[in-house]
Nanobody, 126 residues
Framework: QLQFVESGGGLVQTGGSLRLSCAAS????????IGWFRQAPGKEREGVSC????????YYVDSVKGRFTISRDNAKNTVYLQMNSLKPEDTAVYYC???????????????????WGQGTQVTVSS
């Protein structure tokens, strides 16, 4: 059974850092581009960052450019999101997802993603 397990979320102060992990089981991760999405209360789900199958192409939403870094280790079947200089507006549930589409397309449209994790809560206090 295809499954994602996200971890690494938590409570952090403004300016702090967190590293999210997305571990895949039941399928070979490098068959897919992988993305991180987030959803804050009362808001739509937003594509934060996506990475291609090889890791050679990445996409970031403007609000996280220069602060977040996505990476993947296909040997470990895991994708990471390093989040630095966190802001209260980064507070959300963060999900990882898999897609066969290119990184910009999958990050721009949640419906283009085939498999989703359960999410991990990130809370940034002011």
């Amino acid at each position: 059974q295809l499954q994602f397990v996200e971890s690494g979320g938590g409570l952090v102060q403004t300016g702090g850092s967190l590293r999210l992990s997305c571990a895949a089981s039941g399928f070979i991760l490098d068959y897919y581009a992988i993305g991180w999405f987030r959803q804050a209360p009362g808001k739509e789900r937003e594509g934060v960052s996506c990475i291609s199958r090889s890791g050679g192409s990445t996409y970031y939403v403007d609000s996280v450019k220069g602060r977040f870094t996505i990476s993947r280790d296909n040997a470990k079947n895991t994708v990471y999101l390093q989040m630095n200089s966190l802001k209260p507006e980064d507070t959300a549930v963060y999900y990882c997802a898999a897609s066969t589409h290119d990184v910009q397309a999958m990050c721009s449209a949640s419906e283009l993603n085939d498999y989703w994790g359960q999410g991990t809560q990130v809370t940034v206090s002011s």
